[in-house]
């Protein structure tokens, strides 16, 4: 009951009531009120062909032009080559050993000693994409400079290789070493970073922007830098979207809900996957606000030239320059059913809770029923019968106890060998199998996964009187608490993913034992397993962005999305893999090992 | 009986060697629950490298660790590691041979008590069977050394784990009745760490019992005895700093180390109480504050050591742990030391109310500090009070199970005496002590 109660909680966060306005909590930010004077979309475009130009011919990122015209501007020019080999070949993005350049521009403040700084980011990817962007930002450049008003520094970089340039360019600006990205060290510094927006433009027009919130372990930045890009797209008449869903106008008809609904459970998807939706994901990290915007190209009818476009940016970038501490005033943990409205960590975590109520029930039941839990009352001295019993006890809870043991250590053990072989196993499985390393690679990390699946029906064999009904109990009652810290914990981090966990595994855990209905419950706890969960997860995001996946096509995104999550973890230290191979796993397998315990 | 513990001791060391070749061990030694300013082992290296510099490692605000100590890293510090795995395991087999000695007292005791008829004749149930006890010394090496708390600490090197050792040889020395080895051992840990000075008392009464001479104000043997305990003690502790000042030639220890640990100037967050009062507070109320905070962990030794002045043993538990609650600096190593003494006390299972809900309590919460710490200071997005919130929980939930403990110890005592059965309610007068 619990249970259903928490997923209609959530289904309902996305109703009017308990999502209310988004507002503006900065003073520094309060109103709208600059006047935003750029008029430059014709040089932005004019940028953006000769880039693309010089693109073209340096097969890659033009860095002497890149950097000869920052200089031509007036502003204080960088270069950050950098280097660093992929744990394995990235196939959807053809890469394994990448070098790269990061070109970047310094505008120092006229009214201010440097100590604090604004980012321009944009992407240099392959092909014809994002040169507008990298147009319009050397417009903005060039504009910026001419005007007095600056107190922060502000920093234009373009990255190369999206988030790998992104990571070797803060981890050099911040001088530390996280991840295994060689790079020189960055020359030049401004002040401590405020803010950052990245933009993703591949159009001389657009007809929106999405804007893309979701960073590195599906952190956020503070809704105030969301609020402010809205309420400047809404003085610059843009469209603007979230999660490429517009918002509808209507908000108390019902298909107004469903739409808010989907709005709301992409974001949970997406907040889940851990993945960052753009650049400024690796910004987050490093405690800096940062978002992504994409300039959307579809087939309406309005069209936003550049010279809006820069309006906007101008806009968000005089007001950020206005602050005068850290955004910290308003929400950090929120969901948004549309850009206008947000739901607070107050309002969603009941949804969780309930949820996570139901696994404390059920261990506070099994502990006062296997005689784990609070004895008879102090006051009275407890009767002799029972006495007699709880004093049996503890020679009975001795094997009891040590039953326990191996199942656990098979357990982290399988989980630890899912971790660390996929990358160690790989130039083996290259050997002696017809696959490609990233394959192997993916293809190991579900063998190891199904592999562990078979354990268990063997461990507690080994131990004579380990098919006891208190073994199972035990183990149980272990399975289920550390499910319910795990969630726990997870929620505070990742709130979507942990509810997504929860939701799946929740019923399964709450309903496994070795008794009753063998096959239904092997069906059911197969359909709570991470793995799965995940691939239920890719079929819902394709369904919701309405674009729905067939079984096959599925099968290869679920791969993708391993290989995907496996790079996401080496490269930019995401934590959905280890949590997922270090406990949900072992975790799960512990609950299987329930299932199988006679 | 020597075969399982050189096993566990194996399994310890093996461990805790993964896991200094693993990339966990400087993650593990950043953490303030591991270690604090008095311990960490990023000051020890900074006040050796001063030493060898030749300037005083106290000079900066950085080191207060004792001078004996940083002598000893002087000369070992190629072997680091090392010597914290042999204090680990010193201290687990130190903490196991005091056990087995404590356990055949008990033994004799109650042997002793029956013969008497003492007891209550119902209470046979109650009584503790060599069975039972033939496998606690053990599981309390075990206990300290796969215990989470004692392993990170280990791998942070924080030189808790030396004072640690230093606790349990003295409770071996005064399980032994070695008066003076227990006193020597006593000063030693004084010396380190200042607050073992309470535990002077429950080995005082330890050794009293064991020499048969009654605790009476007035008796002239009782004084002579105590007299002598305390004089052995002193002159230790007056030696060992002494010496310290001949190795340094300076008094500059006593205000680094001492007045450090008295007056808590570093308010880095770690799991006691102090650091969110102090860092709240105004300047000055504060000297105010760390008094009454301070006595609080004198405080108990009184009426603890009237209550329970026949059972020195548990009475040095209750102590240790409440100098591991309410001291400046705690660490979760020092929480270690007092865990591995819960099996001793197995027996008093039974009257334990809500053990479980507590382990629960402490396990969630210990899990939580890095998540509200990484919350805190790297997402930017939770603030200190939802990490104090957790230093609150996990401080509330040692202190209710020591309580518990303590008022089981209390009602099994009562329940021998007067036998199981009785028909008027009892065991009022346990709650009046601890909170």
Known sequence: ?598 | MAAPLVLVILVAVTVRAVLYRSSLAAFISERVEVASPLNAWKRVVEGLALLDLGVSPYSGAIFHETPLIIYLFHFLIEYAELVFMITDVLTAVALYLAIQDFNKVVFKKQKLLIELDKYAPDVAELIQTPMEMHYIPLKVALFYLLNPYTVMSCVAKSTCAINNTVIAFFILATIKGSAFLSAVFLALATYQSLYPLTLFAPALLYLLQRQFIPIKLKSKSFWLYTMQYAALYLCSLVVIICLSFFLLNSWDFIPSVYGFILSVPDLTPNIGLFWYFFAEMFEHFSLFFVCVFQINVFFYTIPLAIKLKEHPVFFMFVQIAIISIFKSYPTVGDIALYMAFLPVWSHLYRFLRNIFILSCVLIVCSLLFPVLWHLWIYAGSANSNFYYAITLTFNIGQILLISDYFYAFLRREYYLTHGLHLTRQDGTEAMLVLK
């Not at chain 1, 050397?138 to 190369?160: C, T």
Request: aromatic share 12%; glycine share 8%; charged share 15%.
């Open chain 1, 1 to 598: 009951l619990s249970y259903v109660a928490g997923l209609g909680w959530f289904l309902a966060l996305a109703f009017p009531p308990l999502a209310p306005r988004t507002y503006m909590s900065e003073n520094a930010m309060g109103s709208t009120m600059v006047e935003e004077q750029f008029l430059f979309g014709e040089r932005a475009l004019s940028y953006s062909r000769e880039f693309a130009g010089h693109k073209k011919k340096a097969g890659g990122m033009p860095v002497a032009w890149l950097e000869k015209t920052l200089w031509n501007l007036g502003l204080e020019v960088h270069r950050q080559p950098f280097s660093r080999t992929l744990p394995f070949p990235d196939e959807t993005r053809e890469r394994y050993m990448v070098k790269g350049t990061n070109v970047y521009g310094i505008l120092r403040a006229p009214r201010a000693a440097s100590t604090e700084a604004l980012v321009l980011s944009v992407p240099c990817s392959e092909g014809p994409h994002n040169n507008q962007a990298v147009g319009l930002m050397l417009a903005l450049a060039s504009y910026f400079r001419g005007q007095i008003y600056w107190a922060k520094d502000i920093i234009f970089l373009v990255n190369e290789h999206d988030l790998l340039g992104m990571e070797a360019w803060l981890e050099a600006y911040h001088d530390v070493n996280v991840t295994e990205v060689q790079s020189s060290g960055t020359l030049g510094r401004a002040g401590a970073i405020q803010a950052a927006i990245s933009l993703e433009l591949s159009s001389d027009v657009v007809t929106s922007f999405d804007v893309a919130v979701e960073g590195l372990n599906g952190q956020l930045p503070n809704l105030d830098l969301l609020n402010l890009f809205h309420a400047f797209c809404q003085k610059n008449g843009l469209l603007c979207t979230i999660q490429g869903k517009l918002q509808r106008s209507d908000w108390d008809s019902l298909p107004a809900y469903a739409h808010s609904l989907q709005t709301l459970l992409l974001m949970v998807l997406a907040q889940a996957s851990g993945q960052p939706r753009g650049d400024h994901g690796l910004f987050l990290r490093y405690r800096i606000e940062a978002i992504t915007l994409r300039g959307i190209n579809s087939f309406r009818q309005y069209k936003y030239d550049m010279t809006t476009v820069g309006k906007t940016l101008e806009g968000m970038f005089r007001k950020l320059n206005n602050l005068l501490e850290r955004l910290h005033q308003s929400y950090f943990f929120y969901l948004l059913p549309s850009l206008s409205r947000f739901v607070s960590i107050g309002v969603y975590m009941p949804a969780f809770g309930f949820l996570i109520l139901v696994l404390v029930l059920k261990i506070s039941f099994w502990a006062v029923g296997s005689g784990w839990g609070p004895f008879p009352s102090p006051w009275h001295p407890p009767p002799a019968g029972a006495a007699g019993l709880t004093v049996g006890f503890p020679q009975e809870s001795q094997p009891g106890l040590l039953v326990l043991v191996p199942p656990l250590l098979i357990c982290h053990a399988t989980g630890l060998a899912l971790y660390f072989l996929p990358v160690l196993g790989q130039r083996m499985a290259t050997q002696h199998f017809p696959v490609s390393e990233s394959e192997a690679v993916v293809l190991t990390v579900i063998a190891i996964y199904v592999a562990g699946m078979a354990l268990p029906h063997n461990t507690h064999r080994v131990l004579a009187g380990g098919g006891s009904d208190r073994g199972w109990m035990a183990l149980k009652l272990l399975a289920l608490l550390y499910l319910a810290v795990q969630l726990g914990c997870l929620a505070l981090l990742n709130f979507s993913l942990g509810f997504l966990l929860a939701a799946t595994m929740v019923p399964a855990a709450a309903a496994v034992q070795p008794t009753g209905p063998k096959v239904l419950l092997a069906a059911l706890l197969v359909l709570a397993t991470p793995a799965v969960t995940l691939l239920l997860g890719i079929f819902l995001q394709r369904e919701l962005v309405e674009a729905p996946a067939a079984a096959a096509e599925g099968w290869q995104l679920f791969l993708a999305a391993v290989g995907e999550g496996l790079l996401q973890h080496h490269l930019y230290g995401s934590f959905l893999f280890p949590f997922l191979a270090l406990g949900a796993y072992p975790c799960w397998l512990l609950l299987w090992n329930v299932l199988f315990w006679k």
